[in-house]
């Protein structure tokens, strides 16, 4: 009886070939990284991906193109990046509202044009260096087939269909997690954009079972406050992914005493996006736990 039992790990395994080998004969399988990490984001939920925190800035500027750069040569398979607009309707990416924390400039991003703000040079460390303020296309077309985006959407409301416009010009909307900090915008963005994957954040178990009901839903963003290893269970099961932040108290950790944060965070087991400040780290870390 032994000899004919396959243990779950064997199963698995059989499994993943299986739809890898249906993958390639539907003819979806390129040679991109990017097809790579949506079949592990579509079909491997045991593998935690790695999204790093406005991309790998760790040596680089955050939200720079070399810190995208970096982010694609780590292997990670998301970066994290925040969208403003400026006086002249550009799309930028940069996380405040204002340029002075990592800038030589100062001054609101919504009251300075874009040839104002490209004039400007971004900061590493309070060091300056020789990058530019990107723009939402400029990022669009260097990510192109090498990694997903996580869009954390920071202009007006009113300016989501231009950022959507981007995105269906380069055709990037299956390279793209748009995030929602309120997660009743969920019907209306998909009605813009189906194709592009949405990712609603959950302040309470409530509202995971609300956003549960959308079938279009791929991943949900959830907090430690309400972490539940059976309602995570559920997410999961509807073949939902779930993103967790070691922003903050794991990666302070990580950083006091190796692999403590992130040894602490993963005993909330059913979580599989880990959002980061450390995506080297962290990706070594998985690597040894495997």
Request: with cysteine; proline share 3%; aromatic share 6%.
């Amino acid at each position: 009886m032994k000899d004919i039992k396959m243990n779950v790990s064997v199963k698995k395994s059989i499994v993943h070939i299986l739809l890898l080998f249906l993958f390639v004969n539907q003819g979806f399988c390129q040679t991109s990284k990017a097809d790579s990490i949506l079949f592990d984001f579509n079909h491997r939920p045991e593998k935690i991906l790695v999204a790093a925190h406005r991309a790998a800035h760790q040596n680089y500027p955050e939200n720079s193109i070399a810190a995208i750069r970096e982010s694609i040569r780590m292997g990670i398979a998301i970066v994290e990046l925040d969208i403003r607009v400026t006086k002249d309707d550009k799309l930028v990416v940069m996380h405040d509202r204002t340029v002075d924390r990592t800038t030589n400039g100062s001054g609101k991003v919504e009251q300075l044009t874009f040839e104002e703000i490209r004039s400007l040079r971004l900061k590493h460390k309070d060091n300056l260096t020789g990058e530019q303020v990107p723009t939402l296309e400029e990022v669009l077309i260097e990510a192109t087939g090498k990694i997903l985006i996580d869009i954390d959407f920071k202009a007006a409301p009113k300016h989501i269909d231009k950022a959507l416009a981007l995105i269906e010009k380069h055709k990037m909307e299956n390279q793209i997690i748009f995030f929602l900090y309120d997660h009743k915008l969920s019907p209306k963005l998909h009605k813009k954009s189906p194709d592009i994957i949405i990712m609603p954040r959950a302040h309470n178990q409530n509202e995971v079972e609300e956003i549960l009901k959308w079938d279009y839903i791929k991943v949900i963003h959830v907090d430690n406050s309400f972490y539940d290893d059976t309602l995570m269970n559920r997410i999961l099961d509807a073949n939902v992914r779930v993103w967790m932040n070691a922003l903050g108290k794991y990666d302070t950790m990580e950083k006091t005493e190796k692999n403590s944060g992130f040894e602490a965070l993963l005993k909330q087991k059913n979580i599989n996006i880990i959002q980061t400040d450390l995506p080297r780290e962290l990706s070594n870390f998985l690597l040894i736990k495997k």
